[in-house]
């Protein structure tokens, strides 16, 4: 019930957190657009699209937290919390979509330079950096960055924006300097670079969720360990991990266990099981357990040895 309860805090605070995020960065948004425009800066324009993604993958945050607190029915036996790694995916292939978009732009503006208000572009880029330390600050403060892949998505857009904004000050800085109109463009490339590699990374974990791989902070051979060493267990085959959702683990298996075994003592040794399970923050296990006259394990062995498990299988 307590991990349960902080659960439900964690997942309060993230959606605060977002809804708070998600007007500052619209705000702000609109602000650098108009900003980039009339001071004809690729650089802020870049960024504004980019905070524009960020605005959207916000939004999309809160609604994938709202929808996970919709409870499970015949048809999502789950309910709908994996819509949080739905919108993790959203985000990450826009934060490519964003950084091809700025190359694109980018490419122009070299081959064609175009004159820069470069003062007002200052201006502009100072404000966007300080505005995306505070989102930045507001979401690290008030919600899970480090263990929930959405709120993590939208950290990354917002680290994205402030990089820009580090990279519209230098360029602002040199235009004025020195005039080189050139800097913009550039630093309208590093930063889409930055953006793909983030784009990128986020997709690919969303997409591991997808396909039900491993969870990345789980160790497979240490969760058979933990199984074996119960007493009456004889070994483990047939075993999955997956997560349903960021945090959210789910494990299914065949527990091998000793012959003689009473059917109260073989409850007590599942609950020993789940026990030890939700110690490695596993939440939804479900085990099938099995003697060993079974035919799936008949060439095994009542020895707790790692040969009885060579070969566990991992969603």
């Known amino acids: 019930m307590g991990h349960l ?12 957190t977002l809804w708070i995020a998600f007007a500052i960065t619209t705000v702000f948004m609109i602000f650098e657009a108009v900003g980039g425009w009339l001071t004809n800066s690729l650089a802020l324009i870049a960024d504004a699209g980019h905070m524009l993604s960020d605005s959207i993958s916000l939004l999309i945050g809160v609604l994938a937290f709202t929808f996970g607190e919709r409870a499970a029915d015949r048809m999502k036996t789950y309910g709908y919390k994996r819509f949080e ?26 081959t064609s330079p175009e004159a820069i208000a470069s003062g007002g572009m200052l201006i502009i880029a ?48 040199l235009i004025f300097a020195f005039g080189w109109m050139w800097a913009d463009p550039l630093a309208s ?40 060493a119960v007493p009456g267990v004889c070994g483990v085959h047939d075993l999955h991990v997956w ?33 030890k399970l939700g110690a ?24 707790g040895t790692r040969s009885q498990t060579d070969h566990p299988h991992a969603h």
């Open 5 to 16: 309860h902080d659960h439900d805090h964690t997942h309060g605070n993230n959606k605060k």
């Open 85 to 110: 790694i739905l919108a993790a995916v959203f985000n990450g292939v826009t934060l490519v979509l964003v950084s091809l978009y700025i190359f694109y732009e980018a490419f122009h503006r070299f």
């Open 126 to 173: 100072v404000i966007g950096f300080l505005v995306n330390v505070l989102v930045a600050w507001i979401l690290m403060r008030g919600g899970d960055t480090k263990d929930n892949l959405n709120m993590r998505a939208a950290f990354l857009h917002v680290l994205g924006d402030l990089l820009g904004s580090v990279g519209a000050i230098a360029a602002a800085i």
């Open 189 to 228: 490339v590093i930063v889409a670079v930055l953006i793909l590699i983030s784009g990128w990374r986020v997709t690919k974990e969303a997409v591991h969720i997808l396909m039900e791989g491993t969870p990345k902070n789980i160790d497979l051979d240490e969760i058979v360990d933990v199984i074996i």
């Open 243 to 275: 997560s349903i959702t960021s945090g959210d683990h789910a494990l299914s298996g065949h527990v091998v266990i000793e012959d003689g075994i009473t059917f109260t003592e073989s409850q007590q040794l599942l609950r020993d099981v789940e026990k």
């Open 280 to 303: 490695k923050r596993i939440g939804h296990v479900t085990l099938q357990l099995e003697g060993k006259d079974h035919p799936h394990v008949e060439s095994m062995l009542c020895q």
